[in-house]
Every structure is written in C-alpha cells, then in structure tokens.
C-alpha cells in the first residue's frame, strides 16, 4: 500500500499562491506517475496536473496552464502543486493520487489512480 498525504492547503486570497505537497510513504511509489485532482462543492473530481514518475513529461488541464505547476523530488518522495495568480473558483479539495501501472504519459482519468490522499482544502477569497 502506498499512503499518501497533502498539505499546504488554506485560506487566500484572489490573486495569492499556494504550494501544495504530498508525501508518499509506505510501499516505494517511485516509479508511480503522480497526479493532482480536485473537488469543488456540487461537482465532479477534475484533472488539474499530472507528472511522469521522472518527472520529464507533465500534463495540465488547459484552463489551468499558465497558473498551475507541478513538479517532484523523487528523493524526498513528495508531489508539489504550485499555484499562482488563484481566483475563487480554484476553490476545492485538491487530491493527490498515484498510478502504479505508470504509463509514458501520465493519466489524465481518474480511474487510472491506483491510490489517493485524503485532501486538502483550498479556499480563494474574492
């Protein structure tokens, strides 16, 4: 089993950063691409960042890019999420999640993650 657990997670306001992390522990999720997914109040999970367990190949979703950044330190077995220039509707549970089965191209689906964190909040101020 592969644990995962966000943080970094608050209140801001529009306009404001936040880095969110998520450490891995337990069975050795190295080669795992990692994903970044949220939930808003009323609405589906949606993709927000994916990256390859190497960290060479990256995935946003379009409405996304330009703000949103993720990166990985294989070594400290943690996922980052930066966000930037955030607006209120970036408000949400924002959940890691590993793939074990790791692809060439990290997954944008949901249902290709094998393990998920509990969450973090985020929540924008206007």
């Known amino acids: 089993q592969v644990q995962l657990v966000e943080s970094g997670g608050g209140l801001v306001q529009a306009g404001g950063s936040l880095r969110l992390s998520c450490a891995a522990s337990?069975?050795?999720?190295?080669?795992?691409?990692m994903g970044w997914f949220r939930q808003a109040p009323g609405k589906e999970r949606e993709f927000v960042a994916a990256?390859?367990?190497?960290?060479?190949?990256?995935s946003s979703a379009d409405s996304l890019k330009g703000r949103f950044t993720i990166s990985r330190d294989n070594a400290k077995n943690t996922v980052y999420l930066q966000m930037n220039t955030l607006k209120p509707e970036d408000t949400a549970v924002y959940y890691c999640?590993?793939?074990?089965?790791?692809?060439?191209?990290?997954?944008?689906?949901?249902?290709?993650?094998?393990?998920w964190g509990h969450g973090t909040q985020v929540t924008v101020s206007s």
């Open positions: 999640a590993a793939d074990q089965t790791s692809g060439a191209v990290p997954a944008a689906n949901s249902l290709e993650y094998d393990y």
């Open positions: 337990g069975r050795t999720c190295s080669r795992c691409n």
């Open positions: 990256i390859s367990w190497r960290g060479g190949i990256t």
